[in-house]
Structure formats: structure tokens, C-alpha cells
């Protein structure tokens, strides 16, 4: 039986609610408070899900709608999974606080000069910005080698047509008569994270563990074959070369959302509760 946590959730939305069902089920290592911030005029409907639904993911459960009331209930580990103004708002306060982040929103770092407070305030409050793998694997390898230098990253996302609605796709293709793959998108990983904040957190991933923004290369692609949302990419580098495709099946609320982004996110925190982290 693993060590009970206290954990802050800042967002309510596709991402939050699917790790509430998968916390609801994990009996080996229970929460001990669960404190979910989200807008104010979300918050009743936030506490009357969180009592009918996950009633079993923490044994105490409090709804608030500042950030400030969120730390006042001592969260030991805090998830950003509300987008990128999110991160802007909160996360640099609860880092400052010594308390430690998992950020679900990478694309955010785009941002040089967030990327630098969210970087300070870790140092100030002794804590730590975790960015997890999300739809993505062998980031682990990714962030080894780079510590060698000389590498080349070059990523592509393919996703179903509609998958990128209501992004700047919509302007360049007709998404909804598309019959076969269209690139619409080549540029860096810095583009790609400012251009599709919702679509390019995998090119944020790999950015950070790797090359670095503006040399890591970046096309993302609608296709009608798709059979989810892929992510392929290349590595070369002086220790290693390696070539990554992962077909992840998208959120059935959200398809421009991995659902192997929600267990990368459960694996940081049964990583920090439980005997053994891998």
C-alpha cells in the first residue's frame, strides 16, 4: 500500500476528469485530499461531479477557484492540465510555494520568457517543473543522448482531419472534403507549439528533452487514414539513432487529445506515491 498524497488539480475539463476515473481506481495508493481549482463559474458543477462520480479517488475532495486557497490545503504534488493561460496564472505561484508541478500544457514553454520564470520559480521554491511524456515515447533516451550534443530531431504529427478544428489548419485546407494526407504546417518546434497550442505539446516534448526549440523540425499533417493521433520522429546523433512512431487512440471527449497523455500523467504520480518509480 503506497503513501497517501495530497494532490492539486488545476483544471476540470476532458484531461482532469479522465484521471479522476483512473485515481477513482487505483486502491494501492490512495490520495488523501484532492483539491481541484477551476474557473468560478464552474465550481458547483466541479464539487457535484466530484461527489457523484469520483467519490472514490480521494478520500477528502475540496473544489476551489484561487490559487491561493489551492495551496492553503498543503497539495504535496500539484497537475496542470488546463491549457496555457493556466500555466500563466498559477503554476509560477505553486512552484515559488516549494511545491512541485506536473504540467500537462508543454506547448506553453514555447514561451522563452515563461519558460524562464517557471524555471526561476522552481529554484526559488526549491521545487521541481515535471513535464511528463504525454502522447509520446523514448523521451528518456531523447534527454540521455542530448546531454552529447549533436543532434538532429525531426518530428511529424498526423491526425484526422477534424482532429484540427478550430486551429489555423481550417484556414489552409478544407478539412472537412480532405481525401488524402496534407502537410499544412513546416517550421520549428517554437512555431509549431505558438501556431497549435492544443495539437503541438508533443513537439514541446520533445524540444525540451532534446535539440532545444528552434532546432528541432516540425510537420504536422492531416490525414484522412489516420487511424488516431500518430506521432513519428527521427533522432541522429553521435551516441545513437533512433526512428519513434506511436499511434495513440484520441480522447473520446477530445480528439485533438492522446488518452495515453492521461496515463502518462497517472504514471508521475504513482511514480511519487508508490515503492518503486520506473
Not at 153 to 172: I, M
Not at 177 to 190: D, I, S, V
Not at 223 to 252: C, F, Q, W
Request: proline share 6%; hydrophobic share 50%.
Amino acid at each position: 500500500m503506497g503513501e497517501p498524497m495530497r494532490l492539486g488539480l488545476i483544471g476540470f475539463g476532458n484531461i482532469a476528469v479522465t484521471l479522476l476515473g483512473q485515481l477513482a481506481g487505483m486502491h494501492d495508493a490512495p490520495l488523501e485530499r484532492l483539491t481541484v481549482l477551476c474557473l468560478p463559474d464552474s465550481a458547483d458543477e466541479a464539487s457535484a461531479r466530484l461527489a457523484a462520480e469520483f467519490a472514490g479517488a480521494s478520500r477528502e475532495t475540496a473544489v476551489v477557484t484561487d490559487v491561493q486557497a489551492l495551496l492553503a490545503d498543503r497539495p504535496d504534488m500539484v497537475v496542470e492540465c488546463a491549457g496555457h493561460a493556466a500555466v500563466v496564472a498559477h503554476v509560477p505561484p505553486v512552484l515559488r510555494a516549494g511545491t512541485d508541478v506536473v504540467i500537462v500544457s508543454i506547448g506553453a514553454l514555447a514561451d522563452a520568457p515563461l519558460e524562464q520564470e517557471l524555471r526561476n520559480a522552481a529554484a526559488e521554491g526549491k521545487a521541481r517543473l515535471i513535464l511528463p511524456a504525454g502522447a509520446v515515447g523514448g523521451i528518456d533516451l531523447l534527454a540521455a543522448i542530448g546531454q552529447a550534443g549533436g543532434l538532429e530531431v525531426r518530428y511529424r504529427g498526423l491526425k484526422p482531419p477534424l482532429a484540427w478544428s478550430g486551429t489555423p489548419a481550417e484556414a489552409l485546407i478544407n478539412l472537412g472534403a480532405l481525401r488524402e494526407p496534407k502537410t499544412f504546417f513546416t517550421g520549428t518546434a517554437r512555431e509549431a507549439a505558438q501556431a497549435y497550442p492544443k495539437n503541438a505539446n508533443v513537439a514541446a516534448t520533445l524540444a525540451l528533452a532534446g535539440a532545444g526549440f528552434e532546432a528541432t523540425h516540425v510537420e504536422l499533417i492531416a490525414d484522412p487514414a489516420a487511424p488516431g493521433n500518430v506521432h513519428e520522429y527521427s533522432v541522429v546523433s553521435p551516441l545513437a539513432k533512433y526512428t519513434m512512431r506511436i499511434e495513440n487512440l484520441p480522447s473520446a471527449a477530445n480528439a485533438k487529445t492522446s488518452v495515453s497523455t492521461v496515463y502518462s500523467v497517472l504514471r508521475e504520480i504513482r511514480n511519487r506515491i508508490g515503492p518503486v518509480s520506473i
